[in-house]
């Protein structure tokens, strides 16, 4: 029998890694060197290699303006990004990044005291940093994620009584549980951008007077010129002030608190956005 290793048609996926790792890395370089056109090439190349876009090719094209803004991330790049950090995700955020959210989340639900709450929704929960602050407040907690490997990290720390694997639209969508008086989404909203049809979904499955808590990045607002959102350069999306207030007025969410700050650090600088706090009044 032959050895069909110096076959150019044998299929060898330590190649393909390390190719795949050489082609990102030369366009995210082109991409930090300003020389947009050579890193647009780059991209597209690798989306017609990878048509699923786990490396979020599309989200660079965008960020760089050469392409249209998704209205959404593609669901293999958020699989692919979260997997690899999973492991360290917990240490990457609080230390590395110094992402602020969870205790800013503990501070203004004692400013505000709210609570105590018997259901909550923890969508987007990751490995649970923000459960880890509400935990003493809240009777029966409920995670979703869509990375499997996240929720195994959440599932270790024992925070959660139940843990689900699935999109938040299609879980909300789906959704036949008692509703939730506690709905929590941090650092979720920046990965998607039409946020319609999850605000829609979120309001209907809460009680009256139930709380939801959520994060998002901002910019000025002159930048908007009158869309809704837009890519971020470190491809996260960013939402209009204008637009979360429309979002909450037309689900019959009530602004109970808004704070501005600092939500994390990207390689080295502060990225700004604001934590939001609502409340449901009535039926939507």
């Given at each position: 029998m032959g050895n069909d290793i110096g076959d150019n048609n044998?299929?060898?996926?330590?190649?393909?890694?390390?190719?795949?790792?050489?082609?990102?890395?030369?366009?995210?370089?082109?991409?930090?060197?300003?020389?947009?056109?050579?890193?647009?090439?780059?991209?597209?190349?690798?989306?017609?290699?990878?048509?699923?876009?786990?490396?979020?090719?599309?989200?660079?094209?965008?960020?760089?303006?050469?392409?249209?803004v998704p209205s959404s991330m593609p669901e293999a790049h958020i699989l692919s990004l979260f997997g690899q950090m999973s492991g360290t995700y917990d240490k990457r955020l609080l230390e590395n990044l110094k992402y602020a959210i969870p205790e800013k989340v503990g501070e203004r639900f004692a400013a505000l005291g709210l609570g105590p709450f018997k259901r909550m929704l923890d969508l987007g929960c990751g490995t649970g940093l923000c459960?880890?602050?509400?935990?003493?407040?809240?009777?029966?907690?409920?995670?979703?994620?869509?990375?499997?490997?996240?929720?195994?990290?959440?599932?270790?720390?024992?925070?959660?009584?139940?843990?689900?694997?699935?999109?938040?639209?299609?879980?909300?969508k789906a959704n036949c549980n008692e509703p939730w008086d506690l709905v929590v989404s941090t650092d979720v909203i920046p990965y998607n951008g039409t946020l319609d049809e999850m605000f829609s979904h979120i309001a209907g499955s809460m009680t009256p007077d139930g709380i939801?808590?959520?994060?998002?990045?901002?910019?000025?607002e002159e930048n908007f010129n009158g869309q809704s959102y837009l890519m971020g350069k470190h491809?996260?999306?960013?939402?209009?002030?204008?637009?979360?207030?429309?979002?909450?007025?037309?689900?019959?969410?009530?602004?109970?608190?808004?704070?501005?700050?600092?939500?994390?650090?990207?390689?080295?600088?502060?990225?700004?956005?604001?934590?939001?706090?609502?409340?449901?009044?009535?039926?939507?």
């Open positions: 044998h299929f060898n996926p330590v190649a393909d890694i390390i190719s795949d790792f050489f082609e990102l890395n030369n366009a995210l370089d082109l991409e930090a060197s300003g020389k947009y056109d050579e890193a647009a090439e780059a991209f597209e190349q690798m989306l017609r290699n990878d048509p699923e876009d786990s490396i979020g090719a599309a989200l660079h094209l965008a960020a760089i303006g050469k392409r249209d459960c880890e602050v509400l935990k003493e407040q809240v009777t029966h907690k409920t995670g979703l994620d869509l990375s499997a490997e996240m929720l195994e990290k959440a599932r270790e720390k024992e925070l959660y009584d139940v843990l689900h694997e699935e999109e938040i639209t299609r879980f909300l939801f808590l959520f994060s998002n990045e901002v910019q000025p491809c996260r999306y960013a939402h209009s002030l204008d637009y979360i207030q429309r979002l909450l007025t037309q689900n019959n969410l009530e602004l109970l608190d808004r704070t501005e700050m600092i939500i994390r650090l990207e390689h080295g600088n502060p990225i700004t956005g604001q934590l939001v706090i609502a409340r449901k009044m009535g039926a939507v």
